[in-house]
């Protein structure tokens, strides 16, 4: 039995492991997108891991809620921070710094 308890961790970790990396995939592409249609260049070309709960979707089903941030330049003399909010695999939120025009 504990062996079966143990095997059954690890595939959720993998699977969870797998998903985060789809997941964080996703919000890269939404951040560049963001960016690029705000005129900004987005930094980096990744995103790093903030925050992950629990949330609740419009339809009342429990989700993983991941929060990452990222970096982008508005006329590369400063580095602001944004963030991209995922609720299961979709976006829900993206937020820039206030930044300078440039």
């Known amino acids: 039995m504990d062996n079966g308890i143990t095997l059954l961790l690890i595939i ?16 890269i592409q939404a951040a560049k997108k963001n960016c690029e249609q705000a005129g ?13 709960r629990l ?3 419009r339809l009342g ?7 990452y941030f990222f970096e982008f330049a508005s006329d590369m ?15 829900s939120k993206i937020t820039l710094d206030v930044y300078r025009i440039g």
């Open 12 to 27: 959720l970790l993998l699977w969870f492991w797998w998903d985060s990396r789809g997941v964080a995939e996703k919000a």
């Open 40 to 52: 900004l260049t987005f930094l980096n070309d990744t995103v790093g891991w903030k925050k992950i």
């Open 55 to 57: 949330k609740r979707n």
């Open 61 to 67: 089903r429990v989700q993983i809620q991941r929060t």
């Open 77 to 91: 003399s400063q580095r602001y921070k944004g963030e991209v909010t995922m609720l299961g695999q979709g976006v």
